[in-house]
Structure formats: structure tokens, C-alpha cells
């Protein structure tokens, strides 16, 4: 796993009460570990913020800014994007919970230098549904940008992207 590229993660947060810790948790037990995660804080007004910031000192990977007011999840994976590292950026809710080979799924995708977007399946626990599929398929750009912007098809809406680095 020492040839998969390295993936930043952008995480907007904002008043996420005890949902971060878990989601964090996900990230830090991956089967692929060459990441950086980017904790943009939007100003919550509950303990999101320690909690970042309790990350951040433990894993020299979590870095941390922390927007004085509130600007909305855009601006957050925004000043991710711009800072990050990563040859892949991937989104994450701060609710999210990954499966333990999320990022190497992602990453393995992109060995391929040809894929500029690889998406994974997600299940809603609360509807208690799952994709079930765990291979890959080539979907044509038309069908992925229909499928994104309509909620559904053959494409799934959690995308990773190749930075343009």
C-alpha cells in the first residue's frame, strides 16, 4: 500500500456534538494511512471546536482552522482544498462513518492514470439500505454528472478527486 497516493480528507464542522469523535475514529483506524485530514471549524457554538482541536494535537496528520463566524460548509472544504496536500481530496461529513478500506478503495481507484473521479457506495443507517456491490465499474462521465446532479443511478454521490496539482 506504499504506492497509493496520498489523500487529503476536508471535513466541515460545525456544532457536531459527539458525532466528530466517531467519525475521527473511522478515519484513524483506515487499512490506508497515507492521509491528512483538514478540520475547518465554522464557528460552532457547542464543543466542536475542542474536540478539533484535541485531534489536531494528537495526530500530527489533523490540521485545524477555525472560522471566527460562520460561512456555510462551502467556504470550509474550500479553504481544505486550497491547503491540502493530498494527490486526492475526498469529502467527509462530520457524521460520516467510513468503512475501514473507504480510503484505500478510493486511492486504489486512482492507480489508473487515466480515472479523474472514482465515487464508493455509501449505506443510510437510519433507512437501513446497502449498494451490496464492492467492484468497480466504469461509468461514462455523462452518467456520472447525471447521476450526481438527480441523487441517484449508477453513480453514487461521494466522490474522490485527482487534485490538479
Not at 27 to 52: G, M, R, Y
Not at 60 to 79: C, L
Amino acid at each position: 500500500m506504499a504506492d497509493l497516493p496520498m489523500i487529503t480528507i476536508s471535513i466541515p464542522t460545525y456544532n457536531l456534538g459527539s458525532y466528530l469523535n466517531k467519525t475521527l475514529e473511522s478515519i484513524l483506524h483506515q487499512t490506508d494511512q497515507n492521509f491528512e485530514i483538514w478540520l475547518v471549524d465554522d464557528a460552532s457554538t457547542d464543543k466542536t471546536a475542542d474536540t478539533v482541536a484535541q485531534f489536531e494535537q494528537a495526530d500530527p496528520r489533523i490540521h485545524a482552522h477555525y472560522f471566527d463566524t460562520h460561512q456555510g460548509v462551502s467556504k470550509a472544504r474550500n479553504y481544505a482544498i486550497e491547503h491540502a496536500k493530498g494527490e486526492i481530496i475526498v469529502f467527509v461529513d462530520g457524521d460520516d462513518l467510513l468503512e475501514p478500506n473507504y480510503l484505500e478503495v478510493i486511492a486504489t481507484g486512482f492507480t489508473d492514470p487515466t480515472v479523474d473521479l472514482v465515487g464508493v457506495g455509501y449505506t443510510w443507517g437510519w433507512r437501513g439500505g446497502q449498494s451490496g456491490r464492492h467492484d468497480f465499474t466504469e461509468i461514462s462521465k455523462t452518467n456520472a454528472y447525471a447521476s450526481i446532479n438527480h441523487r441517484g443511478g449508477d453513480f453514487g454521490v461521494i466522490p474522490g478527486i485527482r487534485g490538479s496539482r
